[in-house]
């Protein structure tokens, strides 16, 4: 009788502490944060700023998908070991989506420079979706659409990213 039991014992000891730890490690209401907002403490939020500090206002940018996705092998040992699939987007200055878009294979040709040198050395091993690796990709994308069509770009946006392992 106590061998039956001994599992469903176990099973709520075990839940019950899950639980406690959770509670007891939960982070505390952020002092920063109110009603959703992050900013000064009298409910505005945080203003938006470009790279090199510059407040943006967020009514005068917009959101432009590049139209196809990237496609990066990851090579091991002179095969490749998988493919990485990469769909970008890029926050813009406003009213640029044209010159951009005229502009795409010169950007698409930087951006894929940018993704083979991240494969090659490594990105894309191992938790390649781990924030700090990540940061680092954006903000080797930003540096290199920047560098082509100057301030224009305010930021670039990993939309999706998959790997298929071979």
Do not use: C, W
């Not at 944060?33 to 967020?58: F, H, K, L, R």
């Not at 050395?121 to 920047?146: I, K």
Request: glycine content about 10%.
């Amino acid at each position: 009788m106590l061998a039956k039991l001994l599992p469903i014992i176990l099973l709520l000891v075990g839940t019950g502490g899950g639980i406690g730890a959770g509670l007891f490690l939960m982070p505390g209401p952020d002092a920063n944060m109110q009603d959703g907002n992050q900013g000064s403490g009298d409910g505005d939020p945080a203003p938006m700023v470009d790279s090199q500090g510059n407040e943006i206002d967020p009514e005068a940018t917009e959101f432009l998908k590049m139209s196809n996705q990237f496609v990066i092998p990851v090579v091991t040992k002179d095969a490749i070991s998988s493919l990485v699939v990469v769909s970008l987007s890029l926050e813009t200055s406003g009213g640029v989506s044209e010159e951009i878009y005229a502009r795409e294979p010169k950007l698409r040709d930087a951006f894929l420079r940018v993704l083979f040198d991240h494969a090659n050395m490594g990105g894309f091993q191992g938790a390649f979706t781990n924030a700090e690796t990540l940061d680092l990709l954006r903000a080797a994308l930003r540096r290199v659409a920047q560098k082509e069509l100057g301030d224009k770009i305010v930021d670039v946006l990993i939309l999706d990213i998959l790997r298929q392992d071979t």
